[in-house]
Nanobody, 118 residues
């Protein structure tokens, strides 16, 4: 199984980006998926989670600006980021917990850079 992110880039403060993470491979069901981020010189932090049943949680710093969603038909999770700030600059990585024949397995994507700058 592979997780592949896309959608990062350079955006001005106040702008928006939508990140995508697609899981591919054989025989799995998505149990939960998360977005993490890590800024240069800082620890990785959880941005958002979408769990089985569609329940979502967000890091406190999100404050209503980001929305995580999932398209299970496409095995893709999205992170819509609005009102971006320079402090949102980081590498954003997708993390998935996948059910493979009743065994939960974790996978990480390679990360995508988000830079918020004027």
């Amino acid at each position: 199984v592979q997780l592949v992110e896309s959608g990062g880039g350079l955006v001005r403060p106040g702008g928006s980006l939508r990140l995508s993470c697609t899981a591919s491979g054989n025989r799995f069901n998505i149990f939960s998926m998360d977005w993490y981020r890590q800024a240069s010189g800082k620890q990785r932090e959880l941005v958002a989670t979408i769990a089985d049943g569609g329940r979502t949680t967000y890091g406190e710093f999100v404050k209503g600006r980001f929305t995580i969603s999932i398209d299970r038909a496409k095995n893709t999770v999205y992170l819509q980021m609005n009102s971006l700030r320079p402090e949102d600059t980081a590498v954003y990585s997708c993390h998935g917990v996948l059910d493979q024949s009743s065994i939960l397995c974790e996978y990480w994507g390679q990360g995508t850079q988000v830079t918020v700058s004027s």
